[in-house]
């Protein structure tokens, strides 16, 4: 079942979200799963390259925002991601696997419909 966003601000993270997905197969990557949400927290997007598994987190902002994405990047959220990453590891039984946790940074211009990225590697 599709997500119904409501709020301006989910449908700006959707978007980026989709933005990014396209953005990152552009560049080699393949989506393996998408929000992927339990209990403790949910992982944006789930990708590989290389035999590396990418836990992203997008976040979104409008080019007009006077705070950058990465601000919006708390240690509260980045526990719960972590978490949650434990849990997917667990679930499909890739321990041994090397991954990491990644940002995609999306600065979103919506009336010109253009989008420019920004990834950051092994936030920690």
């Known amino acids: 079942m599709p997500k119904v966003f409501t709020s301006k601000s989910q449908k700006k993270g959707e978007l980026g979200e989709d933005l990014a997905c396209r953005f ?14 339990r209990r403790l927290g ?12 990418h836990f992203i987190e997008v976040k979104s902002v409008s080019f007009y925002a006077t705070i950058r994405p990465e601000e919006n990047m708390h240690p509260m ?37 253009r989008a420019k990225f920004r990834v950051i590697e092994n936030i920690v």
């Open 77 to 113: 959220k980045l526990k719960k991601i972590y978490r949650t990453i434990e849990v997917y590891i667990q679930e499909r039984g890739i321990k041994d696997k090397d991954w990491q946790l990644d940002l995609v940074c999306v600065l979103l211009d919506e009336v010109g419909k």
């Open 24 to 37: 990152l197969m552009k560049h080699g990557y393949y989506i393996v799963e998408r929000n992927y949400t």
């Open 42 to 53: 949910e992982i944006d997007i789930i990708a590989e390259k290389y035999g590396v598994i």
